[in-house]
């Protein structure tokens, strides 16, 4: 699918806040997708439509994700926030006949994170997370992080676990995909540092 349809399609169907958001999720994941080589078209295609799912209402995600068995954990039903990303890839291949799994699966995948994650995955939790539009305390240092290191997952760590306290803080209930993310993220950090001190001590 080509990035100016799918732009025209969000444009006129939402709000305007909402297509700024898409739209700088757009550009900051194709900016780390060309930084950390993946196809940045793909990401960037990702981070605009990744919030599609919120143009309906909870009420609407929730019967529909009953109605075609997308209510994957039990969890999605007490927190239907967390629906919009994965009825969201649902809707994507119907109203837009969009069918590039992986894609589909970044979108799927935004809002909580997993163990198993690809790169455009990755890229598309962090953009949503960094966009210029962001404001909240620490997502400076997280920015400074993608774009000026080249460790993509120290960024990712820094994103899910602020994402964690917030839930927390707020009284919500947390997905266990996330504390994945969180624990796959450190496990793989620690294999690289014993590579590079492995690699001194030769
Ligand atoms: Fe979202
Ligand atoms: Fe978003």
């Excluded at 940045?40 to 909870?58: N, V």
């Excluded at 990303?85 to 979108?107: K, N, Q, S, T, Y």
Aim: aromatic share 6%; net charge negative; proline share 2%.
């Amino acid at each position: 699918m080509e990035r100016e349809t799918a732009r025209k399609f969000l444009q006129a169907k939402s709000s305007l806040r909402f297509y700024r958001h898409g739209r700088s999720v757009e550009r900051t994941a194709y900016v780390l997708a060309r930084k950390y080589g993946v196809d940045a078209e793909k990401a960037a295609l990702a981070g605009l439509i990744h919030d599609y799912g919120k143009l309906y209402s909870r009420e609407e995600l929730l019967r529909l994700a009953r109605e075609h068995g997308l209510l994957l954990h039990p969890l999605m039903e007490q927190e239907p926030a967390l629906l919009h990303a994965p009825v969201g890839a649902w809707l994507l291949e119907r109203d837009l006949g969009l069918h590039d799994e992986e894609v589909l699966e970044a979108v799927r995948q935004h809002t909580t994170g997993g163990a198993q994650m690809s790169m455009l995955s990755r890229i598309v939790y962090l953009a949503d997370f960094i966009e210029p539009g962001r404001r909240f305390k620490g997502v400076e240092e997280v920015r400074e992080v993608a774009f000026h290191c080249k460790e993509l997952e120290k960024a990712l760590l820094a994103a899910v676990e602020m994402t964690i306290f917030h839930v927390i803080q707020r009284g919500r209930l947390l997905h266990e995909a996330s504390v994945e993310f969180r624990n796959s993220l450190i496990m793989s950090l620690r294999e690289d540092s014993l590579e590079e001190n492995h690699g001194e001590a030769i």
